[in-house]
């Protein structure tokens, strides 16, 4: 059973920082992309970030660009989110999915097969 577990979600205060981790287990995914997404109450999911499996391709919602920095260790079967001068609006439940083997990094949703339950992120103003 293939499964994508998420942790290092949190409550912290505008301009703080976390880090999302999302391990996978069932399946390698060291030739996939890795993906972040986020869905906030009311709204429907966005892209946030992605990576390919080499790391040279990766992809940045443009209101995350310069805050955040999606990463990976194939070794570990595991992708990161460092999330820095975080803001009230990037509140929301973020996802962790596995998207298609490539070598460039994928926005569309719907090219991810497989997906985490979500953490939840609250940032307080």
């Known amino acids: 059973q293939v499964q994508l577990v998420e942790s290092g979600g949190g409550l912290v205060q505008a301009g703080g920082s976390l880090r999302l981790s999302c391990t996978a287990s069932?399946?390698?995914?060291?030739?996939?992309?890795m993906g972040w997404f986020r869905q906030a109450p009311g709204k429907e999911r966005e892209f946030v970030a992605a990576?390919?499996?080499?790391?040279?391709?990766?992809l940045y919602e443009e209101s995350v660009k310069g805050r955040f920095t999606i990463s990976r260790d194939n070794t570990k079967n595991t992708v990161y989110l460092q999330m820095n001068s975080l803001k009230p609006e990037d509140t929301a439940v973020y996802y962790c999915?596995?998207?298609?083997?490539?070598?460039?990094?994928?926005?569309?949703?719907?090219?991810?097969?497989?997906w985490g339950q979500g953490t939840q992120v609250t940032v307080s103003s």
């Open positions: 069932g399946r390698t995914f060291s030739r996939s992309v």
């Open positions: 990576i390919s499996w080499t790391g040279v391709s990766i």
């Open positions: 999915a596995g998207g298609p083997n490539g070598p460039r990094a994928v926005v569309a949703g719907s090219r991810y097969d497989y």
